[in-house]
């Protein structure tokens, strides 16, 4: 799909479809609705009154109304989409309604589609600014191609209804703006693109996506992308004496994948820079292992490796974006399988680290391929780590399927990351993990167990037990370290207006602007 941008009267515009945006500028609980569009042009705003003064349309945040050849306007069709109340708007609701324009146009098997540039100066003086241009242009780009994903891409009679051209029409614009706008545009189809790679990946099949299947992708991104990239295999693993990544592959006849993704920024950074880790768990099935999992679902631990996938997508991103910061990703990837040599609960296995892990559950492997993981970058010179991974199915009990759960030890390292997520428009929270809780992951017979003692607090013992790996050890620094349990999110059950049902996508963007903080900071 391709997304531009133009300067253009938008009712002047021929499109077979123009969408164009409003909000409820009203205030106060008990007011009745007042919608107003967010444009500046008068022939629009002319063809749209009568719906919007009879109270027809309320610019409810998904709200939309279709008018046929509008009075005025070269578009055939005009679709206006609500965005909620202008008091709680900002570039998420555009970014929502920019895919619920595309997922629209979809089906009427339209492949033109354009969008009036939403103008907050089209409302009073109090809500200008609610979109700086350049990030209303990165929010559009975002939304309509992540809209533009579907997951039927194994069904025979996949129609091809992928829109070929969005285009955002913008009536005039200053230089200065008219730059930002082109690089806001330019930042979002690098990030929508790249979220939607890291989309396909989750989406494949186990038996299409294997390990192996993972490197060559990823070689492949890197390639593309002027990435330096090394997938190594079983030797690697145990030359390294990652015990713990070990044990997860050994019952599975499919080899296993260790992928190490570096990004160099032009300009070498200083001594003393910081070097990001991206680390992600990348398990392309999970059956349990001999801990073997019900059934019931099971299907849907093709998406193990959802982890794995947002740090590719990331990467790709940063390639394209060259942020001023050194970024290392490492993938740990393999499948979890219960074969007459796949390891057992009750077995004691040595981490990379030195630790020795006691096997309580063989599904809960996740945990065990990210220590190695996170230890392997830590030896190769990571200050700052930051790892992704559908780690426990308690995530969604914690905290339904909404936000993704964050865990780490550094406020500040946290905190920078949280800033980022008004740009990302992604939702995640943190939860405790602190040292009182390490008591639940003592082994009797060795240094931890992989599980917690009970089933409470299950996402907290997970990332406990990840901790170990990233503090106090012999010869190594401790790292800042952040953990995201994207388990709840990684999948969307149903879909949105705004998208498909299947892989989200999840934590792209949010780790990007986290890396980009730290290229501001230098
Ligand atoms: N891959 C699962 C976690 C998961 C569950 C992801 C549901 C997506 C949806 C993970 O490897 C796992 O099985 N975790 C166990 C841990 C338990 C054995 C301590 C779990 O969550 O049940
Ligand atoms: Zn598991
Ligand atoms: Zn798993």
């Avoid at 146009?105 to 540039?117: C, M, T």
């Avoid at 995530?395 to 990302?424: E, K, R, Y």
């Amino acid at each position: 799909m391709n997304v531009k941008l133009q300067f253009h009267d938008p009712a002047a515009f021929a499109a077979p479809l123009l969408a164009v945006f409003a909000v409820d500028i009203a205030t106060g609980l008990d007011a009745s609705p007042s919608p107003a569009l967010l444009t500046t042009s008068d022939a629009l705003a002319k063809a749209a009154a009568p719906w919007l003064t009879t109270g027809e349309f309320k610019a409810a945040l998904g709200e939309t109304l279709l008018l046929h050849a509008p009075a005025n306007t070269q578009a055939q069709r005009l679709l206006i989409i609500g965005l909620g109340r202008s008091a709680s708007l900002s570039i998420h609701e555009v970014r929502k309604a920019a895919g619920i324009a595309v997922r629209f146009a979809k089906p009427l098997g339209l492949h033109e589609l354009a969008i009036a540039f939403p103008e907050d100066k089209a409302l009073s003086d109090e809500h200008m600014d609610a979109l700086p241009c350049d990030l209303t242009a990165r929010a559009i780009a975002e939304g309509a191609l992540l809209a533009d994903f579907d997951i039927d891409f194994y069904r025979s009679d996949r129609k091809d209804q992928s829109l070929h051209t969005v285009t955002v029409v913008h009536t005039e614009a200053d230089k200065k703006s008219e730059a930002e706008m082109q690089r806001g545009l330019g930042e979002g189809i690098i990030v929508g693109e790249s979220q939607n790679f890291a989309r396909t990946l989750v989406n494949e099949p186990g038996n299409v996506l294997t390990p192996t299947e993972l490197g060559r992708r990823a070689s492949t991104m890197c390639a593309e992308t002027g990435l330096a990239c090394e997938v190594h295999s079983t030797k690697k693993i145990l030359e390294l004496k990652m015990g713990a990544f070990a044990a997860v592959t050994q019952g599975s006849p499919e080899p296993p994948a260790l992928i190490v993704m570096r990004y160099e920024p032009a300009t070498p950074p200083a001594e003393g820079a910081p070097l990001l880790a991206l680390v992600g768990k990348g398990i392309t099935f999970d059956t349990g292992g001999i801990s073997i999992k019900s059934a019931d679902g099971m299907d849907k631990m093709k998406y193990d490796m959802a982890g794995a996938a947002a740090m590719l997508g990331a990467m790709r991103a940063i390639a394209l974006l060259k942020p001023a910061v050194r970024v290392l990703s490492i993938l740990c990837s393999c499948e979890n399988m219960p074969d007459g040599a796949a390891f057992k609960p009750g077995d004691v296995v040595t981490a990379m680290s030195g630790k020795t892990i006691e096997i309580m559950n063989t599904d809960a492997e996740g945990r065990l391929v990210l220590a190695d993981g996170l230890h392997y970058a830590r030896t190769l010179g990571a200050t700052h780590l930051i790892d992704a991974a559908t780690l426990t199915g308690a995530i969604s009990i914690a905290l339904g399927q909404l936000n993704a759960g964050l865990f780490s030890n550094d406020d500040s390292t946290t905190q920078l990351f949280l800033d980022g997520l008004p740009i990302s428009g992604e939702k995640f929270w943190r939860l405790p993990c602190t040292d009182d809780y390490r008591d639940q992951i003592k082994s009797q017979i060795a240094d931890i167990m992989n599980t917690g003692g009970s089933r409470y607090g299950g996402s907290i013992t997970a990332a406990m037990f990840l901790k170990e790996f990233v503090g106090e050890t012999p010869g190594l620094p401790p790292a800042n370290w952040i953990h995201l349990d994207i388990a709840g999110t990684a999948w969307l059950d149903d879909a949105k207006p705004w998208q498909s049902k299947g892989p989200s996508g999840i934590a792209v963007r949010s780790i990007l602007e986290w890396v980009r903080s730290y290229a501001k900071t230098l």
